[in-house]
């Protein structure tokens, strides 16, 4: 049944009349043209009524909801349309006939461009462009994910639509509520599900300027504007942020640490945003590096969505987990988020493989302790090779995640690096469609590869 549809007579019927606030006629008439439509009363050339309007549970966070508003008596309405469909003419199909064309927003929508993993020619290279862990995967997720695709029915059985297990693991590792956990293909998904539950067509979506590309994509899917808030020196401003808070504002993402900057809002900072943003805004926490970061570095982001009903807090394995090919995401808010999130997740989206090595990785915590010690070692390491090319003009942007924002100011431009890098082998990660085209955002690989990139880099600076 669709969101907010409450069939008459129904013990969620007065709850539903009480929560949005809806005259009760009108949920009576909303309920009799399902109960229509459900016996072909309304013709296929027949036009809904004109009349639509979305409520708020107010002071709740807002759930789009579309329905009739027509004052017009249902029956009477009904008769109207069933007699425009009887003596509508099929339209005759000539040149001046309209052609198919997707809405203005999804047509406004820059595609998302993942990282390469071979050169112009096909040819493989050394891929760092990506963030993936350079470790691989932990013994243990391999081995779970291969008993499970040796099952005789590892092909042909659905897998569990809700991830039990898997989200009962989560509640264990971090003291959560199995119940308001979520668990999506990838945590994009859950971005893409936060987007389309509290925000639509003349809402507004916010995010620091160069967080994740995913957000403005989420935001112009359902129609929002996504707003950029300003940085501050490509990190967190939250001045900026708050004050680009507005009454259409439904949905403020944060990507902490952020992608593609690699930066770090701290504990304070995150709560200042939070207690800045009004009720019914859904305040997203984007922790797909979390796992990287020292407990002292720790944001507070679980913390907040353990007791505030507007956090809604994401989390992937495809970083320090390393099954980012499996496309395993989790995500913990509030039990009414949570609810109204399931409403429009697809069933099954994440496989019976993937829920297997998942829960596996959960308890390998000598894998992740020995990814978050190489990434440590290796970033730094990188990080002064590259600052001792400052007189080329180079400056890296601190990090707090698996890679480095290297940013080219000097007379040797990003993309010149970009293709020579290319030529020897390295393939980067070059930024010029999230506006940093000066940029270049480089992932910590194996000893072997770091250090190969950072002759490289070099190599491509003398030319």
């Not at 009739?68 to 003419?89: C, F, M």
């Not at 995967?137 to 695709?149: D, I, M, V």
């Not at 490509?234 to 708050?242: E, M, N």
């Not at 505030?308 to 988020?337: C, D």
Request: aromatic share 6%; with cysteine; glycine share 8%.
């Amino acid at each position: 049944m669709g969101d907010g549809a409450v069939p008459s007579g129904s013990r969620g019927d007065a709850e539903t009349r009480r929560a949005f606030r809806l005259d009760p006629r009108e949920t009576e008439m909303r309920a009799e043209a399902q109960r229509s439509q459900r016996r072909g009363e309304w013709k296929r050339a027949a036009k809904p009524p004109a009349s639509f309007l979305r409520v708020s549970a107010s002071p709740r966070l807002r759930v789009n909801h579309c329905f009739s508003a027509s004052s017009v008596p249902l029956r009477e309405t009904i008769n109207k349309l069933d007699s425009h469909g009887r003596n509508a003419k099929r339209p005759r199909m000539t040149d001046a006939t309209p052609t198919l064309s997707p809405k203005p927003w999804i047509s406004g929508i820059a595609p998302y461009v993942p990282g390469k993993s071979a050169g112009a020619d096909g040819r493989p290279l050394i891929k760092l462009s990506a963030n993936e862990n350079p470790l691989g995967t932990g013994a243990k997720a391999r081995a779970a994910f291969a008993a499970t695709q040796d099952a005789p029915d590892a092909l042909s059985r659905y897998p569990d639509p809700g991830a039990a297990v898997l989200r009962e693991t989560i509640a264990a590792k971090y003291g959560l509520d199995p119940a308001r956990i979520i668990c999506g293909n990838g945590s994009d998904e859950l971005l893409h599900l936060a987007a389309g539950t509290y925000a639509g067509p003349g809402d507004e979506i916010l995010y620091v300027r160069y967080g994740f590309a995913v957000y403005e994509i989420a935001a112009r899917r359902v129609g929002a504007v996504p707003v950029e808030a300003d940085d501050r020196d490509y990190a967190t401003d939250v001045d900026a942020l708050l004050a680009a808070v507005t009454e259409r504002t439904r949905v403020v993402y944060l990507a902490n640490p952020n992608n593609p900057t690699g930066t770090l809002a701290t504990r304070e900072e995150v709560a200042r945003i939070h207690a800045g943003l009004p009720q019914d805004i859904l305040f997203v926490i984007d922790q797909a590096y979390a796992e990287y970061l020292t407990p002292e570095e720790d944001d507070g982001g679980l913390e907040l969505a353990k007791t505030e009903p507007n956090v809604f807090v994401t989390r992937t394995f495809s970083k320090i987990h390393g099954l980012a090919a499996e496309r395993i995401g989790w995500g913990y808010a509030a039990a009414e988020v949570i609810g109204a999130l399931h409403r429009i997740r697809l069933p099954f989206n994440v496989t019976r493989a993937g829920q297997a090595a998942a829960v596996a990785a959960m308890g390998d915590d000598d894998f992740v302790d020995a990814s978050r010690a190489h990434n440590a070692t290796w970033r730094a390491w990188l990080a002064r090779e590259i600052e001792s090319l400052g007189n080329h003009g180079l400056r890296v942007v601190p990090s707090a995640t698996n890679f480095l924002l290297v940013l080219f100011e000097g007379e040797t431009s990003a993309e010149t690096v970009y293709n020579r890098l290319m030529a020897a082998g390295y393939i980067v990660r070059w930024l010029p469609g999230q506006g940093i085209p000066h940029a270049l955002r480089m992932t910590i690989g194996t000893e072997d590869e770091t250090r190969g990139l950072a002759a490289a880099i070099r190599a491509a600076l003398a030319g």
